[in-house]
């Protein structure tokens, strides 16, 4: 495996590098490549001054599985995960991982989308001096549009129109009793990928004893922790988008949109390492577990060319999963 922390490019796409940084998630200041702002450095007038005290925290509950129709079949079928996704994370190593990615809850998202409104109304009157205009409000709702916005918080997809999501703690318990055969599984900061303008920080899941793995530091790192079986993620950077206060020279005020919206964004996902000589996760994946989603626009059409619309991926659903034809 990489050992030296620096990026490492692992592939070159169509969508763009993919490049690695091993053994640590890193933070805003070092990824690099593109407009990397956290959330504390994107309000007021003073754009990319950190401001204090405004740190986003997420309790994890549930883990979200990605795929195409194909993939969505298979697994309903075998109740495995077996077309693992090879990853590189070495010079001539490639593994296999199922992979998974956290999801926050809509209650969550608006209970962190209040708290920011309250920090925005606050700077708002820290900016602009009395009386406020007429239009605050809507100066308030423009500026949030920066927060809890990413691909990360929709229910958009870059990767299929089929979404599996379980409860974290209990696929981690399937994972133990199979891939682990009932010992306890391994937590490891695996690193962090960059993309175009995604970050992805990767926590790996291991069976005790994994060699490839060693170098990896345990669990918690900034980004995410766990404490007993409670999952804690801290983004910093919770939007694909900047908004900017500004003021013309009749002294009104407006928000500055910032075209093109092209601001890094981050998530986290987990690694479930299956070993080649049984590359097999068994999960009792159901119905219940099965939502229909929409496909992010831009990757529509990328290869294998598996889009299908919302009307064809819902009546995919029904022919599975609701033989009455209801959803």
């Known amino acids: 495996m990489f050992t030296t922390q620096k990026w490492q490019r692992i592939k070159s796409g169509y969508r763009g590098p993919e490049d690695f940084y091993p053994l640590r998630h890193v933070n805003s200041k070092e990824w690099g490549r593109g407009f990397a702002l956290p959330d504390s450095a994107v309000l007021s007038t003073n754009i990319g001054v950190p401001q204090p005290g405004i740190g986003t925290k997420f309790s994890i509950t549930n883990l979200i599985h990605v795929t195409d129709s194909n993939g969505a079949q298979g697994i309903l079928n075998d109740q495995c995960l077996k077309k693992a996704n090879i990853k590189q994370i070495g010079e001539q190593l490639k593994v296999r991982f199922s992979w998974w990615s956290v999801q926050v ?5 608006e209970r962190e989308r209040e708290v920011r409104r309250s920090i925005v109304e606050k700077q708002l009157r ?7 205009p007429q239009n605050v409000r809507f100066l308030q709702e423009a500026l949030l549009e920066q927060y809890i916005s990413s691909p990360a918080f929709l229910e958009q997809s870059n990767y299929g129109n089929f979404k599996f999501t379980y409860n974290i703690n209990d696929l981690i318990d399937e994972y133990k009793k199979s891939v682990c055969q ?8 695996l690193g962090t990928f960059r993309y175009n303008i995604e970050i992805m920080h990767t926590v790996v899941v291991h069976p005790p004893g994994v060699r490839i793995f060693e170098h990896c530091p345990p669990l918690p790192s900034k980004v995410i922790s766990r404490e007993g079986t409670k999952w804690i993620w801290r983004p910093e950077s919770t939007g694909a988008e900047v908004r900017v206060l ?6 009104n005020w407006w928000v500055d949109k910032c075209y093109p919206d092209c601001r890094r964004w981050e998530f986290v996902s987990f690694a479930f390492y299956l070993p080649d000589e049984k590359p097999e996760f068994p999960v009792p994946l159901e119905c219940k577990h099965l939502s229909v989603c929409e496909m992010e626009e831009s990757q529509r059409f990328r290869p294998p060319n598996t889009y299908m619309s919302r009307a064809e991926a819902e009546n995919f659903y029904r022919r599975w999963c609701c033989p009455n034809g209801e959803l």
């Open 182 to 189: 009932g010992k306890d599984p391994e937590f490891r900061v």
């Open 105 to 109: 809850s809509p209650e969550k998202m």
């Open 126 to 132: 820290l900016t602009i001096q009395e009386p406020l």
């Open 246 to 251: 500004r003021q013309n020279d009749s002294g």
